[in-house]
């Protein structure tokens, strides 16, 4: 069975990349311009095979090939490694998300030496796919292991798949708070040839770690169309996300896969991300391949060669670059290892022996040394970070700018390559960030904030330093903290990566108290207390266990140490049951807590008009007009393209609206500040600005108090009242704001 099974998921791979490879070689590669405005319609439905193939093939192929695309290239860059512990679903996880990371290179080098364009993306995506038909059969088999092996009961399938479209649907929504994309990315030049934003001066886009953005050059595979890309970027990652999770509880309890990621779909954070501009998801991606290769080397059986600790690095330096606030979890885990080798008691094992367990010290017992181990993970550490740190200390003085600046110094105005003000401007920069970012003023407030953000999920209040809270984290990861508590009673007994993901959670945890409290920077998390669910949940499954765990050893005879760990899998998980009546509780727990987000997460869905859009009875202007306050005030100046040619958008940071003609500032719009406060009068300021082709001014009403107050000079507060006197005229006013046009652009 397993043969055909690995021929049936090889075969389907193959025809789904070749479908796909071909249809961009006919009159249907138009879907590319027109697919953004079609949504499925009940009321119509396809007659023709175009149609059809505009309308469902394409949202649905689109993913899928660009998955087989970094699963094929990454399975190919895997192969050149030791897989002898990867013959296993660990394989596939790790060559998805290198994949990723390679893909997004490639799109780097290409773009940057004038190859990359929408035509020969496709040979990019041929490049990448071709390698992997080499192992097709192997990566069938792979496939077949996993859906086999990850868990075990069909309980778990149908609200797994029915959290998976509800990702879909919040994918594929209209999003709106591109405000990664506007303010972060480092790609300006990208952005003006595409036609859907204008270059701005560099302030805003230099202390944004660059793997997202060079993730996000890859919308020229979907034609320049910056919305599809980041939507199917953002389905897949969260995919890939929870396949790790399904991954890692199987390799700490032998099963378990399909609770675990349904713990994790559950969380409707999640789907909050999905339907963001936000890189968490991509983050919690990389960083589950991570955790997961570096137990394997560090607790498992794996050959621990240099170049596997190599990728390790790599993994690391992908996540780390996505988001700078991978380090608090790289530090996490470093420190939850060095605590359980200075405080576990073997008593097999001699003091000299305590070092590590005698079948997996990352210090002793291989080779390389631990010194090449060392050397070969922070190469790999280093390949994507270090060219960042190095753009950014030039940029800023400061190579993890915005961060540690009290101790490294930087700043943005006057740097090496930007330039510079005419006259000395203390940005508000640091105090945006310290405020926004940094530890809470009170010690009440960060006693009292895991509480609040438990049990309260949708509060916004200042009082609790709560004003940033953006999105519902979900009881789900406190049930994922009870499991922490099953595990604590048992800790002797369990096996060596639980132990060190227990430390790793408690610290991690600490630290997000201590510092920035969003709910965003918890959410990497959540992979390890879902995967702690799965495995929980994994041993009370009503199911045969001697047929499961027969599957599961079927599935992995190839690879010793997941093998060791499913023959100590059973005594542990029996070891969690305190008695059928706690279990029963536990179980009731999560069924609740699981129909519970499903409903905050249909009613989000619902209440957004995400899922009217998606079938099509509502328009995507509909929708932002309702999610947007500003897009009346677009509307008004999209009737008249010919009077306006192009509006600068003054202090809306959070979020934009991209397919527009409209230049969008920063949170500190220094260029309009150097133009008022670097003249001599409001006639050279607007001719300056006049001089950029600027036609109009949009300003929020919270925007013209941030306006006045960012310098405190009496002079600059005199010239910006006589600029915005005598060189505008309101020409449209409302509850969000108003739009001026400068006095002498209808000359």
């Known amino acids: 069975m397993a043969r055909y099974g690995a021929r049936f998921a090889g075969l389907a791979v193959a025809l789904l990349s070749v479908v796909y490879i071909v249809s961009h070689f006919s009159e249907l590669s138009l879907w590319w311009e027109g697919w953004p405005e079609f949504r499925w319609r009940w009321s119509a439905v396809p007659l023709s095979l175009g149609t059809l193939a505009t309308g469902l093939v394409y949202p649905l192929l689109t993913p899928i090939a660009a998955w087989m695309a970094w699963l094929f290239g990454g399975w190919f860059v895997t192969s050149l490694f030791p897989t002898g512990f990867m013959d296993s679903p660990n394989r596939l996880l790790l060559s998805w998300t290198l994949g990723c990371g390679l893909w997004a290179i490639t799109i780097f080098i290409t773009f940057w030496t004038g190859l990359l364009n929408s035509s020969n993306c496709l040979y990019l995506l041929l490049f990448f796919i071709l390698p992997g038909f080499f192992y097709i059969r192997e990566i069938g088999t792979a496939l077949f292991k996993l859906l086999l092996g990850v868990g075990r009961g069909g309980i778990w399938l149908f609200p797994l798949i029915f959290l998976i479209m509800v990702h879909l649907v919040a994918s594929l929504a209209p999003v709106t708070?591109?405000?990664?994309?506007?303010?972060?990315?480092?790609?300006?030049?990208?952005?003006?040839?595409?036609?859907?934003?204008?270059?701005?001066?560099?302030?805003?886009?230099?202390?944004?770690?660059?793997?997202?953005?060079?993730?996000?050059?890859?919308?020229?595979l979907m034609g320049g169309n910056w919305e599809i890309s980041c939507q199917v970027l953002h389905?897949?990652?969260?995919?890939?996300?929870?396949?790790?999770?399904?991954?890692?509880?199987?390799f700490l309890f032998g099963g378990g896969g399909f609770p675990a990621a349904l713990a994790m779909l559950a969380i409707p954070q999640f789907h909050i991300l999905s339907g963001s501009a936000y890189v968490d998801l991509m983050e919690v991606m990389f960083e589950g391949a991570f955790i997961l290769l570096?137990?394997?080397l560090i607790c498992g059986e794996a050959e621990k060669r240099g170049s596997l600790w190599f990728l390790s690095g790599l993994l690391a330096s992908f996540a780390c670059a996505v988001k700078f606030t991978f380090l608090y979890t790289l530090i996490s885990l470093v420190a939850a290892i060095l605590i359980y080798i200075k405080f576990h008691d073997d008593p097999d094992e001699s003091d000299e022996g305590k070092i590590f367990l005698r079948s997996g010290s990352f210090l002793t017992g291989f080779k390389p040394t631990w010194r090449i181990t060392v050397i070969a993970w922070f190469i790999g550490f280093?390949?994507?970070?270090?060219?960042?740190?190095?753009?950014?200390?030039?940029?800023?003085?400061?190579?993890?700018y915005p961060h540690f600046c009290s101790i490294l110094g930087g700043s943005l105005p006057g740097s090496k390559i930007l330039p510079p003000l005419e006259r000395t401007v203390e940005g508000a920069d640091h105090e945006f960030f310290k405020d926004r970012f940094g530890p809470p003023r009170e010690l009440m407030n960060t006693l009292l904030m895991p509480v609040l953000v438990f049990c309260r999920s949708f509060i916004h209040s200042r009082q609790w330093n709560l004003e940033y809270f953006d999105g519902m984290l979900s009881p789900h990861l406190l049930f994922g903290f009870i499991c922490l508590l099953v595990l604590r009673r048992n800790w002797q007994s369990v096996s060596a990566p639980k132990i060190i993901l227990s430390v790793f959670l408690m610290l991690r945890f600490l630290v997000w108290m201590m510092g920035s409290q969003q709910i965003r920077f918890l959410f990497p998390i959540s992979i390890v207390l879902a995967a702690l669910t799965g495995g929980v949940l994994y041993g009370e499954t009503p199911c045969g266990e001697s047929d499961s765990e027969g599957m599961l050893r079927s599935a992995d005879a190839n690879a010793g140490a997941d093998a060791e760990i499913g023959k100590s899998s059973e005594s542990e998980v029996q070891s969690f049951r305190d008695g059928p009546i706690v279990m029963k509780g536990v179980k009731v727990l999560f069924w609740t807590i699981l129909v519970f987000n499903s409903a905050v997460a249909l009613t989000r869905l619902s209440g957004t008009m995400d899922l009217a859009y998606f079938f099509g009875s509502v328009s995507k202007g509909e929708v932002l007009e309702k999610r947007l306050p500003f897009m009346r005030a677009f509307g008004f100046l999209n009737a008249d393209p010919g009077r306006v040619k192009r509006v600068r958008v003054l202090y809306e940071p959070r979020v934009f609206y991209l397919n527009t003609r409209?230049?969008?500032?920063?949170?500190?719009?220094?260029?309009?500040?150097?133009?008022?406060?670097?003249?001599?009068?409001?006639?050279?300021?607007?001719?300056?600005?006049?001089?950029?082709?600027?036609?109009?001014?949009?300003?929020?009403?919270?925007?013209?108090?941030?306006?006045?107050?960012?310098?405190?000079?009496?002079?600059?507060?005199?010239?910006?009242?006589?600029?915005?006197?005598?060189?505008?005229?309101?020409?449209?006013?409302?509850?969000?704001?108003?739009?001026?046009?400068?006095?002498?652009?209808?000359?």
């Open 662 to 747: 409209f230049s969008w500032s920063s949170e500190i719009d220094m260029e309009i500040v150097n133009d008022i406060y670097g003249t001599d009068n409001s006639a050279a300021a607007l001719k300056r600005i006049l001089s950029r082709n600027i036609t109009h001014l949009a300003i929020p009403m919270r925007g013209m108090a941030f306006l006045d107050g960012i310098l405190d000079d009496q002079q600059y507060r005199l010239r910006l009242k006589d600029f915005l006197g005598s060189r505008c005229r309101i020409v449209y006013r409302d509850s969000w704001g108003l739009v001026l046009e400068l006095a002498d652009s209808s000359q």
């Open 382 to 400: 280093s390949v994507v970070l270090l060219p960042f740190l190095v753009k950014s200390a030039v940029v800023t003085g400061n190579p993890l």
């Open 294 to 296: 570096t137990l394997h």
């Open 177 to 220: 708070g591109y405000d990664d994309q506007v303010y972060h990315l480092t790609i300006p030049k990208l952005m003006a040839a595409s036609g859907t934003i204008d270059p701005l001066d560099m302030v805003p886009q230099i202390h944004k770690p660059f793997l997202g953005n060079l993730l996000y050059l890859w919308h020229a």
């Open 235 to 250: 389905f897949l990652c969260g995919m890939i996300a929870t396949l790790g999770v399904a991954v890692l509880a199987r």
